[in-house]
């Protein structure tokens, strides 16, 4: 029987709830999560299938100030597992959870979570969508001789940066909307 293996899963950057589900259900089928590393390859081990909840956070400036962090967690019973992308990975058995407990005690910090996720991810993405992309898409469309490997991967990258900017602002409004109406 074999005693580790990877699996090759991809989430957004505001797939962070999917990520921990996925976990989890991983663990109740007896493979516990080791680390995360590339781009959506994940490490597990043989273990006895529980119930875990796992949880992500995402905090540059916990991470600055890691021991404290870490230790601000595990006082509430949560495992840290590692940091991978600006995201902490963090778990506990649900049999210790309070009925519903999360590391986000309410909208709000959950809200916030997102505005950090947007100042970490999402205006590096800007940043190279308007400096490098667009005026790549532009020069290479305005050439008398195209070239058009290069317009046919800069149109990809062009759609695919469009498709991560509405996702997530699209998960971001409604969210906002959700706890503003509270």
């Known amino acids: 029987m ?16 999917k990520e921990g589900d996925y976990l989890q259900e991983r663990h109740r089928q007896g493979w516990k999560f080791r680390s995360v590393y590339l781009p959506g390859i994940y ?19 916990g991470i600055q ?12 019973g949560w495992e840290y597992i590692q940091d991978f992308v600006g995201y902490s990975y963090f778990r506990k058995p649900a049999a210790q959870m309070e009925s519903s407990e999360e590391i986000f005690c309410d909208d709000e910090s959950r809200l916030d979570m997102m505005k950090r996720i947007f100042k970490g991810r999402m205006i590096p993405l800007v940043v190279v969508f308007f400096c490098i992309i667009i005026p790549q898409l532009i020069w290479n469309s305005s050439r008398q001789a195209l ?24 998960k971001y409004m409604k969210f906002q909307g959700r706890v503003n109406k509270r």
């Open 43 to 61: 490490e597990f081990e043989r273990a006895t299938p529980e119930d875990v909840v796992y949880q992500l956070d995402y905090n540059q400036e």
């Open 147 to 170: 070239d058009y490997p290069i317009l046919i991967t800069f149109m990809i990258l062009f759609i695919l940066y469009l498709m991560i900017f509405v996702c997530f602002t699209i």
């Open 2 to 17: 074999k005693e580790c293996k990877r699996e090759f899963r991809y989430f957004t950057i505001m797939d962070y709830e």
């Open 65 to 76: 100030n890691k021991t404290e962090y870490v230790q601000m967690f595990e006082d509430c």
